[in-house]
């Protein structure tokens, strides 16, 4: 159980550290189109282990990731700071409270679809808001590589974060698929269908059933080394 614990807790802190880079250091914003992998793969292992108060997690992520990159607002008033942490934290907190609730209702690649969406509609609704605090909109994180952002000037900033999106779902998708093993199976498939379609063809063409016992020996034991 530590060592699980330590997983989801290491997960969380490289998630934070991940999303903080890019608004920290200039040029490293491609960070960000996998930053967000680690807490999407946090979230399904907390799953898949049965574990309660998820939220705890996601809240525990968010924390840092605003503490490491807008500590400085605490240089005018610690108070001030300080709620601005908690309270956008709290924020993004429930937009994955929404994912969360949207998987109970749907299953396959829905939900995931569903929280791109409301992250991004939250985002659009933080620019206009009476409090507006904008300043870990995702698109924002290309800041400081302005030469990979050109194409903003038609999508704004939100397009950043649809790319963003885009690019850490696709990624996550592909580790998902890997570790269920949905790629290697259908690797496996043509391997078979290929080793089977030799060892008839082998057969067929054989005259001699010595050597056709040999060659189909042979290649049962490919099969099944290609298999393992």
Known sequence: MKRENMLIWGLVVL???????????????????????????????????????????????????????TFWVCNATVGGGLFAIFANSLQMSLVFGLFRLSKKRFSGSLPYIFLMVAWIAWERFYFDAEISWPWLVLGNSFARTTWAIQWYEFTGTLGG????????????GMLVSASDGRIWGWNNKAKIASLKYIQDE???????????????????????????
């Open 15 to 69: 998630f934070a550290v991940m999303m903080s880079v890019p608004f920290l250091v200039p040029h490293t914003g491609f960070l960000a189109l996998f930053g967000i992998v680690p807490l999407l793969c946090m979230e399904r292992i907390a799953d898949l282990q049965g574990r309660k108060r998820i939220w705890v997690y996601h809240y525990s992520a968010f924390v840092l990731w605003n503490t490491f990159t």
């Open 161 to 172: 974060s649809l790319w963003i999106w885009a690019c850490n779902l696709s990624i996550f």
């Open 202 to 228: 082998l057969a067929a063409l054989e005259g001699s059933s010595r050597n056709t016992d040999e060659r189909n020996v042979f290649c049962c034991e490919m099969l099944q080394f290609m298999c393992t």
